[in-house]
Nanobody, 125 residues
Framework: QVQLAESGGGSVRPGGSLRLSCAAS????????IGWFRQAPGKEREFVAA????????DYADSTKGRFTISRDSAKNTVYLQMSSLKLEDTAVYSC??????????????????WGQGTQVTVSS
């Protein structure tokens, strides 16, 4: 049974930092690209960042580029999302997802075969 478990969410002030984790089990981790998506109340789900199966290729949304960093630790079957310089508009439920399809198209949520339950990130003053 495939499971993706997010952790590390919480409340932080603008300008602060958080590190999210996505721990994967039940799949061959090295075969999967991992993406992060977020959804704020009343808004559509949006792409945040993704990393390919090897950890050598990453993609970021324009809104997160330069502030967020995605990485993976194959020994721990875990992907991290380091978030810095957080803004009010970063408030959302953040979910990780895994996909093993051919090619590289990390921004399309349809590609992802497995999803976690999500973790809340709240940025407020």
């Amino acid at each position: 049974q495939v499971q993706l478990a997010e952790s590390g969410g919480g409340s932080v002030r603008p300008g602060g930092s958080l590190r999210l984790s996505c721990a994967a089990s039940g799949l061959t981790f090295s075969h999967y690209a991992i993406g992060w998506f977020r959804q704020a109340p009343g808004k559509e789900r949006e792409f945040v960042a993704a990393i390919d199966w090897s950890g050598t290729k990453a993609d970021y949304a324009d809104s997160t580029k330069g502030r967020f960093t995605i990485s993976r630790d194959s020994a721990k079957n875990t992907v991290y999302l380091q978030m810095s310089s957080l803004k009010l508009e970063d408030t959302a439920v953040y979910s990780c997802a895994a996909e093993s399809r051919a090619g590289w198209g990390p921004r399309d949520p349809v590609r992802y075969q497995y999803w976690g339950q999500g973790t809340q990130v709240t940025v407020s003053s």
